[in-house]
């Protein structure tokens, strides 16, 4: 079966450095996708890697093994306003979206 | 401002009762799709719609129809709501002229929270 796995919740501190692990086994992949959901909101885009390596965009990169199934989320210089659940999401063979469950990111002052 | 609106925010519905999800987009996106979100588990999708005049099912579309009559409009209807049908269900739609690639990214709407007695 198809299977994505990310922890379920995190803690950091304002300021600090938090990455965030997601591993997949999927049928296919045609790509990986990282979402932000704040309580009670919409899921946001916030990156998409299909080759290995790192994609930087501000705070935030992702990285991405195909060989190793993984993938993790790096969010630098923590705010309060990134507490938030982070989904992560692989593209498998047939273009269908596999979701994660999520990881609950807790940041405390 | 552009986005997806959806109707209603939050709904008590009877179970047996029938109920529809609105979802209207106005960015003029090809693909629509519908999403269920439960505490502990991925998104799961219900039904999609490539284009207009299309639909398809997704992961877990049964209790559930979906009509795509134009471009915009994407309603999700529960025929007999069952209290396994209590969720947040999100619409959701994608820009596929870019080609049917893993780069269409997902726009979404803020949700329609579900209960169902």
């Known amino acids: 079966g198809q299977n994505i796995d990310q922890p379920t919740e995190m803690t950091a501190t304002e300021g600090a450095i938090v990455q965030i692990n997601c591993t997949y086994q999927?049928?296919?992949?045609?790509?990986l996708f990282w979402y932000q959901q704040h309580a009670g909101e919409a899921p946001t885009f916030l990156s998409y890697n299909v080759l290995d390596g790192l994609e930087e965009k501000g705070r935030f990169s992702s990285f991405l093994s195909r060989s190793k199934g993984y993938s993790y989320l790096l969010l630098k210089e923590l705010q309060m306003k990134d507490s938030a659940s982070y989904l992560c999401a692989v593209m498998d063979s047939n273009y269908q979206l596999i979701w994660g469950a999520g990881t609950k990111l807790i940041i405390k002052p | 401002i552009a986005g997806i609106t959806q109707a209603p925010t939050s709904q008590i519905l009877a179970a047996g009762r029938r109920m529809t999800l609105r979802c209207t987009q106005d960015?003029?996106?090809?693909?629509m799709y519908w999403y269920r979100q439960d505490l502990g588990l991925g998104l799961r999708l219900i039904h999609y719609?490539?284009?207009?005049?299309?639909?398809g099912k997704g992961e877990v579309p049964d209790g559930y129809s979906v009509s795509r009559a134009n471009t915009d409009d994407f309603p999700l209807t529960l025929a007999s709501a069952v209290p396994s049908q209590t969720s947040v269900y999100f619409c959701a739609s994608s820009d596929s002229s870019l080609g049917f690639s893993g780069a269409n990214v997902l726009t979404f709407g803020a949700g329609s929270r579900l209960t169902v007695l």
């Open positions: 960015m003029r996106h090809n693909a």
């Open positions: 999927t049928s296919g992949f045609n790509g």
């Open positions: 719609s490539n284009t207009a005049g299309t639909t």
